[in-house]
C-alpha cells in the first residue's frame, strides 16, 4: 500500500527556534500534498496545500510567512514552523495524495512541543 | 468551508458487538471518507464513498452514504479489542481537500 513518512516523529525546541517537518511519499509520486494540525482530542484542521513546484495554497487564518512550506520533488514536501512559540505545540500531520486516486495516504505525525 | 460532523458520542461497547458512528456534512461533496486513528498516530483510510453511492463494504465495515440528508454511517460488525480507536469522516470538495468532522472515540472492550 501507499506509505507516508514523518520527520521527526517528536520534536522538543525552545520558544523562538525554527522547527523543520519533513513528509515524504515512499512508494508513489504525489503531485499534492496536504498539512494539517491537530490539537489533543480535536479534529484535524487542514493548514496548507503543498504542489509540487509551486507555492503553497493557506487556509483562511494560517500565516504563510510563520509556516513555511516546500514541495521541491514528487516525494517530498516540508513544513517549517518559524520562530515557534508554545501556542504552535500541536500535533502535525501530513498526506499525500497520489495522482491516480482520490484517496489521501497521512503520515504517522510530528508532536511538536514549544518550551 | 464545508466539514463533516460526527454525532457527539463516545462509544463504549463490548467485543463482539457492532458499532454505529454517523456523519452529517453541510454543503455539496465529490465522495466522503472514513479514517481511523489510534491515540497519538496518523490516520488510516478506511473506505471511500462516492457521491452517487449509497451503500459500500469493505470486510467488517459498511459505509452508507444520504446525499439528501447529507449524512453518512460506518457500521462495524464484531468488533474487537483492536477496533478500539477514533473514527473520523471526512468530505472531499475543491481541489481535493478534507474537512474533517470532530470524530468519534470507540472503546471496545475485551
Known amino acids: 500500500g501507499a506509505v507516508v513518512s514523518q520527520h521527526p516523529s517528536r520534536v522538543i525546541c525552545k520558544s523562538g527556534t525554527s522547527v523543520k517537518i519533513e513528509c515524504r511519499s515512499l512508494d508513489f509520486q504525489a503531485t499534492t500534498m496536504f498539512w494539517y494540525r491537530q490539537f489533543p482530542k480535536q479534529s484535524l484542521m487542514l493548514m496548507a496545500t503543498?504542489?509540487?513546484?509551486?507555492?503553497?495554497?493557506?487556509e483562511q487564518g494560517v500565516e504563510k510567512d510563520k509556516f513555511l512550506i516546500n514541495h521541491a520533488s514528487l516525494t517530498l514536501s516540508t513544513l517549517t514552523v518559524t520562530s515557534a512559540h508554545p501556542e504552535d505545540s500541536s500535533f502535525y500531520i501530513c498526506?499525500?495524495?497520489?495522482?491516480?486516486?482520490?484517496?489521501?495516504?497521512f503520515g504517522p505525525g510530528t508532536r511538536l512541543t514549544v518550551l | 468551508s464545508q466539514q463533516g460532523e460526527e454525532d457527539p458520542q463516545a462509544l463504549s461497547i463490548q467485543e463482539g458487538e457492532n458499532a454505529t458512528m454517523n456523519c452529517s456534512y453541510k454543503?455539496?461533496?465529490?465522495?466522503l471518507q472514513w479514517y481511523r486513528q489510534n491515540s497519538g498516530r496518523g490516520l488510516v483510510h478506511l473506505i471511500l464513498i462516492r457521491s452517487n453511492e449509497r451503500e459500500k463494504h469493505s470486510g467488517r465495515l459498511r459505509v452508507t452514504l444520504d446525499t439528501s440528508k447529507k449524512s453518512s454511517s460506518l457500521l462495524i460488525t464484531a468488533s474487537r479489542a483492536a477496533d478500539t480507536a477514533s473514527y473520523f469522516c471526512?468530505?472531499?470538495?475543491?481541489?481535493?481537500?478534507?474537512?474533517f468532522g470532530k470524530g468519534n472515540q470507540v472503546v471496545v472492550i475485551p
Open positions: 454543503t455539496s461533496i465529490n465522495n
Open positions: 498526506s499525500a495524495r497520489a495522482t491516480s486516486t482520490d484517496t489521501q495516504y
Open positions: 503543498s504542489n509540487e513546484g509551486s507555492k503553497a495554497t493557506y
Open positions: 471526512a468530505t472531499a470538495y475543491g481541489n481535493n481537500r478534507l474537512a
